[in-house]
């Protein structure tokens, strides 16, 4: 009984860590495409807010995307 319930407990565990690898896989792409929208539809509203174009979402989504690239980096690397 309580090996079973060790099991259990072993692919619960795995499978949150897949959900999590997946997760992670998931972050850095969305970032992109949310650089990508903004800019390509919501770059007015940025405009008004300042003059820098290192301020703003554009640049934020951006440095975003970068920062979640290394679950990419680490896929690549085990290939």
């Known amino acids: 009984m309580i090996a079973a319930g060790h099991q259990t407990g072993r692919r619960s565990h795995a499978a949150a860590l897949d959900a999590a690898g997946w997760l992670g896989l998931a ?10 929208l903004t800019y390509l539809f919501g770059a ?6 300042s003059m820098s174009p290192l301020s703003g979402m ?5 440095l975003m995307s970068a920062f979640h690239f290394a679950p ?7 290939r």
Do not use: E, H
């Open 27 to 36: 972050a850095a792409p969305t970032f992109a495409v949310m650089a990508l």
């Open 72 to 78: 990419w980096l680490k896929l690549i690397s085990r």
């Open 44 to 49: 007015g509203v940025d405009m008004m807010c």
């Open 58 to 62: 554009v640049p934020m989504y951006v």
